[in-house]
């Protein structure tokens, strides 16, 4: 039983973990949650919004579901997998979300954006074809005060025809 | 958080539950934390994460529908045995949990250890007369979710035990069931009121009904004059003024309970 | 003039900025890594009202990590306003970086910089105070009554009209042609109600506060007024300018909030630490203590004629301004000279406003300024005279809404802290916008299907009409510097602050427009005061039209230096060259590429840098126009509003970006629309804010948020760069009284009191039947 027992040491646990598909040894503070955690260690991409689980800024995506960074404490993300934005793609290779959301003008100020592309991407996983009712759902945690959400429905609903024209050529 | 000194993530219900009897780790058990990471009691020195714990199955079982104390929110909103039960009202309930980064964490375990009035199950459980499981000192035990909600039982789930399981009884399989939540948006955490109505009929008349109550407080309630009513068959406006007296006489204001009044018409009327 | 033959501009050129922000690059205030930065916290005040007797800080400055304590005593005592406004600000000196009396419950008490937030939490809790509580007072009418607290009794405050009575602006006006009334076959009169409501940007208020490598204070901040930052802070904390720079880097939203110069303390605290500074709110504070909605009581009162024709109309405007003058005379102004010029009114105008004292929370900018307030009494007020004289509400407004080439007498009278100026409508697709919302909403069809409802739920369609300003005329400037590099692409210096409206992309298809290059072929760089030109910063809807203006007018300066040069290269006349596809192109065909005009300026001829700059204002203000429609079904026995379809059709003159465009509408108006349903700050009967977090204080998610179309109207303004007015505020207004008048068309019952939250509405049914 004592190798499912991690104890503190001077105010850290370490944990195994695998962030974006590496294997990271990372010491977590005592009573640090996931998403200080993560940008402590530089996934400044995890936005930290309001702190109280409620504007889904800080989604990440653990052990294949998205999940609220700011309610996770660091420490339970051991022996997990996440995923955050910077796993997804990048300026110069983007995912086909994050290529569609900037396509759609869903982007304004950005801060929003990572936590509900995680999101998205989760839903895209599950549903591949999702009807708005379905996205507005699964976004319902991402707050946006920037957009109406229009822009942003619409980039999910473009993005799903773009993965699903490359999963039939591939 | 801060005082915490172990993390600890047992793989079987009996591992935790000797976690958290042993005096020595002061353990909290916890599954989705949505109600509680942010405030662990200052005396809880190790967080008892029950993640690999085998109890988020949803199953058939006896002819009762048993929900694994850790199934998600959102396992509930998307299982097809809680879809089909009681007109899906489990599901339909689930679904209007806030948010869906919530659905994907919080667990149905967490909102009957922690009584709290914007928790959506309660009242749901209470109308379907839920049984729960739970492991503790004296071992695994099945206790009705009302006993447990509204009187704790001497126990402390998640402190000196642990719940696995909630039993939902094959009798309200067929029940005519809706789950109100009326609330400023869809979204919204808090409600007005939650209302959950059952009804089974038998001839022309009714077998049973349950009409309970949640939001008002952390312990929802029934409302049996209400309740009494509708089964005597006097009819949707007799049950409605019924309902609004019983509202009122908890305290409910005199919008939830006019509206709440209005909605019970509506359900007796589609009986 | 039309945008049909413009190449970048009009176009849904993709935002520069936002695949970086889709990919989670570091861009925000906080996603650096500064090297000893200490954590800043703020003691804030308990007390709605208190003075400080004692204040002891021994225990605090023992903590170990703590680096700095500030109060009252360690600060210079400069009064100021902390509203980012041009110099000098219309807004009360009745601020003070820390104060020795508090005025709200989140008001500034001390502050602390440590190494670790553990640290600045324990100090601050450590930090002693002895209060003497004064009696406090929450209500504008209570505010303003003989012998009420006076919570500005400090001698060295400045411009505040009647400290006495808590009046921290005021301002009445009257157009008298007749008697009043005299002509009207009716006449109503009531009172509208919006309370406290917040911004909500996603990002809350950070600053990060280090020193450059000659001491001068940096400030990296989330702001949208880095220019007026930097005055105020230097005027707070009596530092030059000159030692000031601030840093705006990418931001996460504003719509007000982040006009507003809170910067001072975090400020005041790396100079007492040496050391930098972060000071990020939590979204507790920054729901209390950063900047909220003006609250007001808006009565209106009008005269109309059977044949709708607007005799009188008089608005008085009580505003709350919480325990400072922040905006508290131009919001209040905005309220009545974006409104009430919207409607021709024959005889007599009245304007009473007051700005008020309280010992609430502090109001500020808030997207709409005033216009929000003003336009849910006047527009509810317009059907409720359409109702009585049997007009149709579009017919009655299409009679009397302000048309091309009209001015109002209200645009002259009443500017932002000095006179308005004259002005006539240049441009309006008011007409189109009406028609087209009509045709989307199906509002004749839909119009004669509800007529006749039975049962509980019930359906209806209203209408809203509302305009708003472009940038506020005579007082906003902006400047813009271009310099052209070897490649023949352009970097773009501005002042204006994208908050992540999207302006640095819209700036430069302006400048690429008149260069003849694309977008991309710009690299733009705003709002760094160290290094762009001055901008008054992203407000009052003005980036568009005068940093825009300021824009073009620099790329006009750089393309005519390309054309000097292009000459030589080309052996041609001037007046015989134009640019077109990165190219400076003769009219017989002869061209050169932009690259060769970089490098012959650069490295052989006449050897310069081909750069300008050039500044803007305006002496109008042109306004945008909306018509705004919403479908509504009222369950009238729960009183629960279900919006089924929103359509906004908007007048912004060109689109400079249409995609952009539509997305600051649709923001706009969902904002508008959680206004209308949910948002309320509450408060318990001491002052204390009761919802001070997302999960209790509800704005909309996208599972809540109906569907919404936004449509713009093509018009061409002549003041504007390509034909562009302003779009970014005035979507907000249209959801308040557009949903109202909707539920009056569905129930026949008048909705006063924002937000109609289902518990309001059946109160309001009730009380009708």
Redesign the interface.
């Known amino acids: 039983m004592k190798n499912n027992i991690i104890e503190m040491t001077r105010g850290f646990f370490n944990i195994t973990v695998a962030v974006n598909g590496e294997k990271k040894e990372l010491a977590v503070r005592n009573g640090e949650f996931l998403l200080d955690a993560l940008r402590r260690h530089g996934w400044k991409g995890t936005k930290k919004g309001c702190d109280t689980g409620d504007c889904g800024s800080c989604a990440v995506i653990l052990n294949g579901k998205p999940v609220l960074g700011c309610l996770v404490p660091a420490v339970a993300a051991h022996d997990g997998a996440i995923t955050t934005i910077e796993g997804l793609g990048s300026v110069r290779e983007p995912h086909p979300l994050q290529a569609a959301f900037v396509e759609a003008g869903a982007v304004q100020c950005g801060f929003c954006i990572p936590g509900m592309i995680l999101s998205s991407k989760h839903l895209l996983d599950v549903t591949p074809n999702p009807t708005e009712a379905e996205i507005r759902k699964a976004l319902d945690g991402n707050l946006c005060r920037c957009t109406g959400y229009v822009q942003q429905v619409a980039a999910v609903k473009n993005a799903a025809k773009t993965l699903a024209g490359k999963g039939k050529r591939a | 958080m801060k005082n915490i000194k172990y993390y600890a993530f047992p793989s079987t219900t009996k591992e935790a539950v000797a976690l958290l009897l042993n005096k020595r780790y002061k353990a909290m058990a916890l599954a989705g934390g949505t109600l509680v990471a942010k405030t662990l009691p200052e005396t809880v020195e190790t967080y008892l994460d029950i993640k690999n714990v085998p109890i988020k199955n949803i199953k058939l079982q006896g002819g009762n529908l048993v929900i694994g104390a850790g199934a998600t929110f959102n396992d509930i909103d998307l299982s097809k045995l809680c879809r089909g039960w009681a007109g899906g009202v489990i599901s339909a309930a689930a679904a209007k949990c806030s948010s869906q980064l919530i659905r994907n964490m919080a667990t149905i375990g967490g909102n009957v250890a922690r009584p709290h009035s914007f928790n959506i199950f309660p009242v749901v459980l209470l109308g379907l007369d839920a049984k729960v499981r739970l492991s503790s000192r004296s071992g695994a035990r099945l206790v009705d979710f009302q006993d447990l909600y509204s009187s704790g039982l001497g126990l402390r789930p998640g402190l000196d035990s642990l719940i696995t399981e909630i039993v939902i009884p094959g009798k309200t399989r067929k029940w005519k069931c809706e789950f109100v939540k009326l609330a400023k948006t869809e979204s919204s955490w808090e409600s007005y009121i939650t209302l959950f109505f059952s009804a089974e009929k038998k001839g022309k008349g009714l077998a049973q009904v349950r009409v309970a109550v949640g939001a008002l407080s952390p312990k929802p309630f029934r409302a049996p004059e209400t309740e009494k009513v509708l089964l005597s068959g006097a009819g949707p406006v007799a049950a409605a003024t019924a309902f609004a007296a019983e509202l009122d006489a908890a305290r409910a204001g005199e919008y939830r309970a006019s509206a709440a009044a209005s909605l019970l018409k509506r359900f007796a009327g589609s009986i | 003039m039309d945008a049909k033959n413009l190449k970048v501009v009009n176009k ?1 050129v ?2 520069m ?12 205030t ?2 650096v890594e500064i090297k000893g930065l200490l954590c800043g916290k703020i003691l804030w005040s308990p007390h709605a009202h208190a003075r400080i007797k004692k204040i002891d800080t021994d225990a605090a400055l023992k903590v170990p990590g703590v680096k700095a304590v500030l109060t009252y005593k360690d600060l210079p005592r400069v009064p100021h306003t902390t509203a980012g406004q041009g110099y000098p600000e219309p807004s009360p000196y009745d601020t003070y970086t820390l104060d020795n009396k508090v005025r709200y419950v989140g008001d500034r008490v001390a502050a602390v910089a440590a190494e670790t937030q ?1 640290a600045a939490q324990e100090a601050i809790s450590k930090i002693k105070v002895e209060y003497e509580l004064l009696p406090a007072v929450f209500d504008t009418f209570e505010a303003m009554k003989e012998g009420a607290p006076v919570i500005h009794d400090e001698e060295d405050s400045k411009n505040i009209p009647d400290a006495k009575h808590n009046i921290a602006a005021k301002f009445d006006f009257e157009v008298r042609n007749g008697d009043w009334f005299k002509e009207a076959d009716h006449v109503f009169e009531h009172s509208w109600k919006i309370p406290y409501l917040q ?6 208020h950070v600053t990060i506060a280090y020193f450059d490598n000659a001491g001068r204070l940096v400030l990296r901040t989330s702001t949208q007024v880095p220019f007026h930052v930097r005055r105020i802070v230097a005027q707070a904390l009596k530092i030059p300018v000159k030692n000031i720079r601030v840093i705006k880097p ?4 504003g ?1 007000g909030s982040k006009q507003e110069v809170l910067e001072d303390i975090v400020a005041a605290l790396a100079l007492k630490a040496g050391r930098p500074v972060k000071l ?1 709110y ?2 507790k504070e920054t729901f209390i203590s950063s900047r909220t909605r003006h609250p007001a009581t808006c009565r209106m009162k009008a005269g109309v004629k059977k044949d709708g024709t607007i005799t009188d109309a008089e608005m008085e405007i009580t505003l709350n301004t919480g325990a400072y003058g922040s905006h508290a005379l131009t919001v209040m102004m905005c309220s009545g000279s974006h409104t009430i010029p919207m409607y021709r009114v024959k005889n007599n105008i009245k304007f009473i406003g007051r700005s008020v004292y309280t010992n609430m929370p502090v109001a500020g900018a808030y997207r709409g300024y005033g216009a929000t307030q003003g336009f849910f009494a006047w527009e509810c007020l317009m059907d409720m005279m359409a109702a009585k004289i049997g007009m149709d509400p579009v017919v009655f407004r299409k009679m009397n809404y302000i048309k091309l080439g009209e001015g109002s007498p209200v645009f002259k009278a009443m500017g932002e802290g000095r006179e308005g100026v004259e002005q006539v409508i240049t441009s309006t697709g008011l007409f189109e916008a009406i028609q087209k919302g009509m045709d989307e909403i199906k509002w004749a069809e839909k119009k004669a299907k509800y007529a006749s409802q039975t049962g ?1 739920i019930r359906r209806g369609v209203g209408v809203a009409c509302m305009m708003q300003g472009s940038g506020i005329p005579e007082v906003d400037m902006a400047c813009a510097t271009m310099k052209m590099n070897e490649d023949g692409s352009f970097n773009l210096l501005v002042g204006a602050a994208d ?4 302006s640095d992309t819209i700036l430069a298809q302006i400048a690429a427009e008149v260069l003849g290059i694309k977008a991309d072929d710009i690299v733009v760089t705003s709002s760094d005061t160290d290094i762009t030109p001055f901008d008054v910063g992203a407000y009052a809807s003005s980036t568009t039209f005068i940093s825009g203006g300021a824009v073009k007018k620099t790329a006009e300066k750089v393309r005519d230096m390309i054309i000097e040069v292009g000459a030589k290269i080309l052996d041609k006349k001037k007046e015989e060259l134009r640019l077109a596809d990165g190219k400076v192109v003769a009219a017989d065909g002869a061209s050169c590429p932009l690259s060769e005009v970089a490098n012959t300026s650069l490295y052989y001829y006449n050897q310069h840098q081909i750069t300008a700059s050039a500044s803007h204002f305006a002496h109008t203000s042109p306004p945008p126009f909306q018509a705004n429609f919403a479908e509504v079904e009222v369950d009238t ?4 509003i279900k919006i089924l379809d929103y359509v906004s059709c908007v007048d912004c003159g060109t689109a400079i970006n249409p ?2 465009a ?3 509408n ?6 508008g629309i959680s206004h209308t ?2 948002e309320e700050m509450e408060f318990s009967s001491n002052g204390t804010p009761l919802n001070a ?4 204080y ?8 109906p569907p ?1 179309r ?1 449509f713009i109207i093509p018009t061409w303004e002549p003041a504007g760069p390509f034909g562009a007015k302003s779009v970014s505020e005035i979507g907000i207004n249209g959801p308040l009284p557009a949903v109202a008048n909707a539920v009056y068309s569905a129930t026949g019952v008048w909705l006063f009191e924002a ?1 109609f ?3 309001k509405v ?2 309001a049914i ?1 009380k009708a039947r």
């Open positions: 849904p993709a935002k900025d936002a695949m970086g922000l889709a990919c989670g690059e570091p861009a925000f906080d996603d553990e911004h909500c940007a996603i990002e809350p990418r931001i996460g939203g719509f990020e939590t979204r509980p908050l992540g409206t999207g026995e729960t009183g629960q995609q952009l539509q997305g600051q649709d923001g706009a108006v969902v904002n349903l949910s977090s997302f999960r209790r509800k704005i909309l998610s996208a599972a809540d948020t919404v936004s937000p939250t289902p518990d059946l109160k009730k």
